[in-house]
């Protein structure tokens, strides 16, 4: 049994957030020392695989969290559509939704309705919104958030960096399953098999095994092997420097996971902290044993990211299964009580825990006609705090008593429970249900209509690009790369940034050499890169990587700059048509997969840092195949990061009325691994109308 006393801090350590997925694991989570816990509802919440709570058990959670000083977080951390605004509302009203300490958010446009109708609940940026600088951090302070979950992928060094920079709370991640994308990135299971991974249905593909193949053939064969399968993270050995370090929690990842897991690991990782102190081998071999991918990494926390990829062993169970404890931790909560028991008055019993006091009355005593009631006979009734949440010393009680009383134990037992019960009570108590005022707006004005490319390599600007395209964008590289006299008049070409970014300072070189030379236009990825954008005064496009999917969250964009905001491509046309705020959509190409910190040749490139030797582009065009021979481009980005596209591209070529009835204000074309001829292929059959030559091997709109 552990003990908490409230009116004691833990000092400058950074909170403890478990995961509770289950009223078993947030009991467990509970018991072993957690300083929050996250949990989710059975709709929009990215693990709904996860037992999850109903509305009914939500709102105990919360109560239950509150009495034992735990912080609740919830994570409504999808992606959602206009179709379920009536629902999301009614969720903001619930009880356990309205007393939340805060709500775990990945939708721009869900965030601006929480804040109007929950203004009081505190919003935290779900790692799922691929914010990884002190920019972002800022652009999400003035659309409400309090705190920002940092990406995996990012190294010690980062997290120092970004936590004393930041102006919101920084969160981060020290155990538990990794996503080899970068979270909000990935679309793989959406592209496989139409579960989406932003609509918490990931089906893990990632966790498979595939081959890859370059341009002589086969690079790594064996159909053992799993290239997108990482181990788990654990960083129990780097406990003092992430003390160190500033930020203000450390995320254990599990929702899905069952309530001995939750209890193992959360102990574990309180032990540490408290004593703060790395694990020993015997605290590392433990957590293996909870759950592990052919053991742990810390490839990302260090910058090593060799080795890093792990499966289950074949035929190994999940011995994390859920078990049917009691949803009631075997933890108590120290408290302190003062009686007055007075005469002709009734007698009088307040208690507090450190946060709340209550008091509460019983019954009048009678006079005494043997042995009079004593200060210890007092004591001795109310300490008997038996099932309830609490803990009282008997030299934490006062007794103010008059001589020559009584009160059988009956009556103080009484007392007692209606203290408790009181206490309880208390932390049960409705939030507040005031809401905040609509923020003024003016409505969007419906861009210019405009063609699009994005093309990845220089060569694919070619002249029939240049007369069909209104805007063409090429990462900084390729655009600079470009040959005086090229094909592309200067002022329809644009600076298209990169998917993700770990430094404001890189994408403000980038962006001062884009003005440099000219350039009006700019793709922005992420919030960050759309804010220094706007605020250096280019034309932006917010690509399909914001994964806009709702009238609300388009709207967000454009109150944050973006000239032209493209919607998620999980959109069908009918859905595009019905938005009600002017988007674009990707009408053509292979979008992207995945975008990976790790290049997927790590195991076999003697070059980790993307350099002349690396494999990635001497290998190009590199493929990745999967058990169905799907083959899925593969293409280098600095940093040593691997962008994978799907193997299939979306062709609306032969739709033309599809695309009128969708009301597109831009069209956006992804050329990946075309050559040049292929490009102006593409261009001659959207002219001409042209179905694809082989209808079993695209995608639709």
Known sequence: MTVTDKRKRRGDLPELLAPAGSPEA????????????????????NRMRARNFSPEELSDAVTLC?????????????RVFDREREELEAICSLDGVRRADGIIVADPGLAAMLRERVPHVPLHASTQMTCSTARDAAVLGRMGFTRMVAPRELT????????????????????GAHCVSFSGQCLMSYAMGGRSPNRGECAQPCRMAYSIEGKNGAIAADPTRHPLSLKDMSLASHIPEIIESGVASLKIEGRQKGADYVRGVTATYRRLLDEGRAATAEETSFLEGLFSR????????TGDRGRMTGVRPEGEGDRTAPRRDAAIPDRKVRITAKASIKTGVPSILTVSDGEITVTVAGA?????????????????CLVRTGSTPFLLDPGDIEVDLDPSLWLTKAQLNELRRAGTDALTASHAASASTRSAPAREREKVKRPAEAKIAVLLRGEQATEEA????????LPEDALFGLPNGAAVPSEKLGLYLPPVTVSDAETERALDRAKAAGIKYVSANTLSQLDLARSAGFDVTATQRFNVTSTAAAGELFFLGADRVTASVELSAAALSRLGCPVGAVVYGRFPLMTTERCILTDVCSDRRGGKRCSMRELSPVRLVDR??????????????TLIFNANPVWCADRRETLEKARLTHSVF???????????????????????DDPGAIRRL
């Open 294 to 301: 052919s053991g742990f990494t810390d490839g990302y926390f």
């Open 364 to 380: 009048v005593p009678d006079g005494a006609k043997t042995l009079p009631l004593g200060a210890d006979g007092v004591r001795s």
């Open 628 to 641: 169905k021979g799907a083959r899925m481009p593969a293409l280098p980005i600095p940093g040593c990061r």
């Open 66 to 78: 509150r009495t034992y000083g735990v912080k609740c977080y919830v994570a409504l951390n999808t």
């Open 670 to 692: 992804l050329f990946t691994a075309e050559s040049p001829r292929e490009v102006d292929r593409v261009i001659a059959a959207y002219e001409n109308g042209d179905p694809p």
């Open 26 to 45: 947030l009991a467990a989570a509970i018991e072993a020392g957690a300083d929050a816990v996250y949990l989710g509802l059975s709709v929009f919440s």
């Open 156 to 175: 010690g060094g980062q997290i120092k960096e970004l936590a004393a920079s930041s102006p919101l709370d920084i969160e981060i991640f020290i155990h």
């Open 466 to 473: 240049a007369r069909y395209f209104d805007i063409l964008y």
